[in-house]
């Protein structure tokens, strides 16, 4: 009977495909998760705390928000699909809590435009926009601006999917040092204050006063494997 592989063509063989399974599953498998815990302060007193969770996988960015207020559970804040070297968006949703019920946006980007589709107790709406490009997601912004690059002043397209509408913000670098890096951000009148960390570039703090309160990092993030 013929033998198909001998010797060292057959060894050769064997560690191809051993090297191929293992870049594979490099390639394919989510990378560590990284948790970022803030405390919510209003007035100087901690009300809860905001919670964000970015996973990175292929070439994508998975960023999920939880929030956490006093005497209640855990709740879901937003979830974005992002392009990992471009920070664009493909996909975001966002649920919003009503006395009344829960109000849920969800927006699917494709090129140069944006279908929205808003579910409440009355029923649901939907609507397809046009968009410049690039533009981002109002929903990333805290970790966006940090990302971006800014020697002083940039401004980007960020669309909020639960107006419909297309905003230019302005991102302005107002103040520096060796570690850390403060930040502007105006938008649609609204201004926020974001600091954040130089090295592999975070949030450490932010500002919004027009709102009433601010987020300050609490924890070091920490990689986190899934368990299987």
């Known amino acids: 009977m013929r033998k198909f592989f001998s010797g060292n063509k057959s060894l050769s063989v064997i560690v191809g495909v051993v090297v191929f399974l293992i870049n594979f599953m490099v390639i394919s498998s ?3 998760k990284e948790t970022f815990s803030y405390k919510i302060m ?6 809860g705390k905001m919670i964000y ?4 996988e292929n070439n994508f960015l998975q960023i999920k928000s939880f929030i956490k207020l006093a005497e209640e559970e855990m709740e879901r804040d937003a979830q974005l699909t992002i392009l ?4 664009e968006p493909l996909r975001s949703q966002k649920w919003v809590k009503l006395p009344g019920g829960e109000i849920v946006i ?3 980007y494709e090129e140069r435009k944006a279908h929205i589709k808003i579910s409440s107790p009355e029923g649901t709406k939907e609507a397809t926009i046009s968009l410049p490009s690039p533009v981002f997601d109002s929903e990333e912004i805290p970790y966006l601006i940090g990302k971006l690059s800014c020697e002083q002043e940039k401004a980007i397209s960020v669309l909020v999917p639960i107006s419909g509408m297309v905003w230019r913000g302005k991102i302005q670098k107002i103040a520096e040092n060796e570690e850390e890096e403060i930040f502007r951000f105006t938008l649609g009148g609204e201004i926020t204050y974001l600091r ?3 090295e592999k570039p975070r949030l450490v ?3 919004a006063p027009q709102r009433g309160y601010n987020l300050v990092l609490e924890d070091k993030p920490a990689p986190r494997e899934e368990n299987n």
């Open 106 to 108: 969800e927006t699917t």
């Open 30 to 32: 989510p990378q560590a």
């Open 42 to 47: 209003v007035q100087e007193k901690e009300i």
């Open 205 to 207: 703090e932010l500002q």
């Open 84 to 87: 990992r070297d471009t920070y």
């Open 53 to 56: 969770e970015v996973e990175e």
């Open 196 to 198: 954040y960390q130089k």
